[in-house]
Nanobody, 118 residues
Framework: VQLQASGGGLVQVGGSVRLSCAAS????????MNWFRQAPGKEREFVAMISWSGDIIDYADSVKDRFTISRDNAKNTVYLQMNSLKPEDTAVYYC????????????WGQGTLVTVSS
């Protein structure tokens, strides 16, 4: 089982970047997908989540109205569109696939670094 995050890099303040997280190795049917981030010297924090059907979406207050999470279940991929980036968005971004109850699982990707320069 693997979650491969990609799309990070260096971007200027006010710029945009889109992260992708591709899942492979098993079926992710019914999973909730999340993005978390960890800035240098800080704890990992929640960024966004999306339910399997996409009808439930939530964001951290710090990214609301700037970030958009989406998923393509046919491709087993979740995206995070990040706009109006700020220096405080600099962090390693991790995706997470989680399912509760029957056939539960909880997987994390390896992370992709986003650096916002001023």
């Amino acid at each position: 089982v693997q979650l491969q995050a990609s799309g990070g890099g260096l971007v200027q303040v006010g710029g945009s970047v889109r992260l992708s997280c591709a899942a492979s190795g098993r079926t992710f049917s019914g999973s909730v997908m999340n993005w978390f981030r960890q800035a240098p010297g800080k704890e990992r924090e929640f960024v966004a989540m999306i339910s399997w059907s996409g009808d439930i979406i939530d964001y951290a207050d710090s990214v609301k109205d700037r970030f958009t999470i989406s998923r393509d279940n046919a491709k087993n991929t979740v995206y995070l569109q990040m706009n109006s980036l700020k220096p405080e968005d600099t962090a390693v971004y991790y995706c997470r696939a989680r399912k509760s109850g029957r056939s539960s699982f909880d997987y994390w990707g390896q992370g992709t670094l986003v650096t916002v320069s001023s």
